[in-house]
């Protein structure tokens, strides 16, 4: 890799890491969607979940990378991609300032939606930014103790897709409850390749993530699991119309041809190939399920 001047733009935008964006845009356009087909899309505040999404994305990015560097996780054997404070390319105190310089615009973005949906956004915008700290730092940091796929769940299903669809309908459907659930299942695939590529180096680290608790097999089976309950839910979300069922079926196999391929890899950075096909996946149910459910 070129080298990456200390501070430099080059360092910021690496350190944002931009391709995990989708995993924040995905869940909002399945909320506008949501919304879209119930008569009631609203394109501002629909704007305003995209840019408050992206920008906590970028908050958690950034604070993950931080708190990882000062424990000590992100060591020189790390599988996955590299991280800019591990890396020397952006100091500790600059990447403090960058975290408070994402959260407050975020805020800020975010403060427009009370306009829309009340002052209970306040308690849903302020769960939002502590537990971006609560999942990598505190006197319990949850994703070293097994709580990073609830909190996946929560924070890229329900939080996002169902909030999304709140502040444009003010209400709450059954179809939103199983397009949370569809949502963050899919996005939580994601952090199950994570964990199960960095399987050995966690549990040297002390982070007992649910694959080091329960072992690879557990891992292997969780991460097909997850597809195959998505694309079942997708159908239900769809009525089984014929956009649906196409949908669910691609993204099952698509899946499953990811999975083939993590089983036959098992271990070692050749497992950062599944995670880009990982993303691939996710990014196609949340574009083709969204358009299911407007053709619905």
């Avoid at 604070?63 to 991609?81: A, Y």
């Avoid at 849903?124 to 070293?144: E, H, K, N």
């Avoid at 709580?147 to 709140?166: C, E, K, N, Q, R």
Wanted: with cysteine; hydrophobic share 50%; glycine share 10%.
């Amino acid at each position: 890799m070129k080298e990456i001047k200390r501070n430099s733009w080059r360092a910021w935008l690496l350190a944002a890491r931009p391709k995990t964006l989708a995993g924040a845009a995905t869940p909002v356009l399945i909320g506008a969607a949501l919304a879209y087909a119930d008569g009631q899309f609203q394109w501002l505040p629909a704007l305003v979940c995209f840019l408050f999404a992206g920008l906590m994305q970028i908050a958690a990015n950034f604070i993950n990378d931080l708190f990882d560097c000062l424990k000590g996780t992100d060591r020189e054997d790390r599988l996955g991609p590299e991280r800019a404070c591990a890396q020397g390319w952006i100091s500790p105190g600059a990447m403090k300032l960058g975290i408070i310089f994402t959260i407050i615009p975020a805020c800020l973005i975010g403060s427009i939606l009370l306009f829309y949906a009340g002052w209970q956004l306040i308690l849903v915008g302020l769960l939002c930014v502590i537990f971006a700290f609560f999942y990598t730092t505190g006197p319990y940091p949850l994703s070293y103790n097994g709580w990073g796929d609830a909190l996946v769940i929560s924070f890229f299903g329900f939080v996002p897709v169902g909030g999304t669809y709140y502040v444009q309908t003010l209400n709450w459907t059954p179809d939103v409850t199983v397009a949370s659930l569809v949502c963050g299942l899919i996005v939580d695939t994601l952090l199950i390749i994570n964990n199960y590529r960095d399987r050995e180096a966690d549990a040297q680290s002390g982070k007992r993530t649910i694959i080091v608790r329960f072992g690879e097999p557990f891992g292997r089976y969780l991460y097909l699991a997850l597809g195959i309950i998505a694309a079942l839910l997708s159908l239900y979300l769809t009525g089984n119309s014929i956009p649906g069922i196409i949908t669910a079926i691609a993204y099952f196999l698509l899946h499953l041809s990811t999975w083939n391929k993590m089983v036959k890899i098992h271990s070692g950075k050749k497992l950062n190939s599944i995670l880009g096909e990982t993303s691939r996946n996710m990014l196609f149910m949340g574009i083709f399920l969204s358009l299911s459910l407007i053709l619905k």
